[in-house]
């Protein structure tokens, strides 16, 4: 098998850690595998170059953030690569632009447009593990850029996917995907395998394991991915194709979102347009809008209650304002103390009763439900904020996710 196995800041925070990885890349090379390894740097190493460049500049030019932060990676690429050579494996190490990873021009949030494998397979050719600085890649100029939060874990995918690997392993110090967060409900399970879809609303609705945006390219690039971690031989999570699991439970996991902001405008104008100037300003302001309502009032104008991430709601505070004043809003207000609790699963699609039941769930606990957002294979609702660990337990319990 071709394996690519990714390693999170925490499994190699320090020199100890990465001679562990090191053991579990040897064991894996041992077990007749060949071995992509893409590393992020070492733990808290990030944020000491960021206090560096910090200390001569409160704006340095994003490219030469670039250029500094990806030497992290580098780093850990490098002492790593230099252990497995002990240990007599060949091994060499690769930036972002050796193992071909290019990108578009955006600095410090760059995408990746293309790989180029050939450097790459030819090392593995020659017997050796490759050992790649994740995070970073090179535009069309030549110039150094990084893929922004979560890169790492994004370099992974897109070279699994490049390479045509058999399996993608992001090892993190967490051992999987469970069925809610275990601090919240002790009696949360491991799940063993989880679609792509279910998995991407699980991140966007809370669950911090993987980030969306590694989840979207493993699906489009048809890779099998595993979630693990790097302190125990437990196994992981599969993420991969709906098809490829054979038993899909009606409801897969239970996820809270407590970085929600609810605001309602009230008498919106009642004229052709007003919603779509108000969220297009809201866009443009690069706020991020969630679940929306609007009711008509019996005057004719119309309310309209819609959520934010917390670190957006001073920006649509400031778009909102401009309403105010030109009339077309009577009056505004702010709820920061909500949350969302969601309920996933693939199996909703072919199962009845399964929003009744939440509904019911939460009555019995009388907690009210603000709002409600549904798709294909989730049910999101706004509650009040006191109320979110009681509502994730609840749930749990009521669909049975811990049997």
């Known amino acids: 098998m071709l394996i690519v196995q990714k390693f999170g800041g925490t499994s190699v925070g320090d020199l100890d850690r990465i001679s562990n ?4 890349v040897s064991r894996t090379k041992k077990e007749g595998n060949d071995v992509i390894v893409v590393v992020s740097a070492m733990s808290g190493e990030t944020n000491k170059l960021v206090g560096y460049a910090e200390h001569f500049s409160k704006n340095p030019a994003k490219a030469e953030m670039d250029m500094l932060l990806s030497s992290g990676e580098r780093v850990t690429a490098s002492l790593l690569s230099i252990a497995l050579n002990e240990m007599g494996h060949p091994c060499v190490s690769m930036t972002g632009r050796k193992a071909g ?8 949030k760059a995408r990746i447009e293309e790989i180029d494998p050939r450097v790459m397979k030819s090392a593995l050719d020659e017997g050796k593990i490759i050992v790649v600085a994740g995070f970073q890649g090179v535009n069309e100029h030549g110039d150094v850029t990084t893929l922004g939060r979560g890169g790492s874990d994004l370099s992974a995918v897109a070279i699994a996917g490049a390479i045509e ?18 601090r919240i409900e002790p009696k949360a399970k491991k799940l063993d ?19 969306n945006r590694s989840v979207e390219l493993a699906k489009k690039l048809n890779v099998n991915l595993v979630t693990r971690t790097s302190f125990s031989d ?6 991969t194709k709906e098809e490829n699991i054979m038993e899909k439970p009606v409801v897969s996991g239970i996820a809270l979102d407590k970085n929600q902001a609810r605001i309602s405008l009230m008498g919106v104008a009642d004229r052709p347009g007003i919603a779509s100037e108000v969220f297009t300003k809201l866009a443009n302001s690069d706020v991020n809008v969630d679940m929306i309502i609007q009711n008509k009032a019996h005057d004719g104008t119309t309310n309209i209650d819609f959520t934010v991430p917390m670190n957006d709601l001073s920006a649509a505070k400031e778009v909102v304002s401009v309403f105010l004043k030109n009339n077309d809003i009577e009056a505004e207000s702010y709820n920061d103390k909500i949350c969302k609790v969601s309920i996933v699963g693939v199996g909703m ?23 409600i957002s549904t798709s294909e294979i989730k049910l999101s609702m706004i509650i009040d904020d006191k109320y979110a660990e009681l509502a994730v337990r609840s749930l749990h319990n009521a669909y049975e996710l811990d049997k």
């Open 21 to 24: 990885v090191a053991a579990r």
């Open 101 to 108: 990873i290019l990108t578009d021009n955006l600095h410090t």
């Open 165 to 182: 690997a058999d399996l993608c392993e992001i090892y993190t110090d967490v051992s999987g995907i469970y069925t809610t967060d275990p």
């Open 193 to 211: 395998k989880i679609s792509y879809d279910e998995m991407l609303e699980l991140a966007s609705l809370g669950a911090k394991v993987l980030q």
């Open 234 to 239: 437990e196994p992981g999570t599969l993420i």
């Open 349 to 371: 699609k072919s199962h009845t009763g399964v929003a009744a039941k939440a509904f019911s769930t939460l009555a019995q606990e009388n907690i009210n439900i603000n709002m």
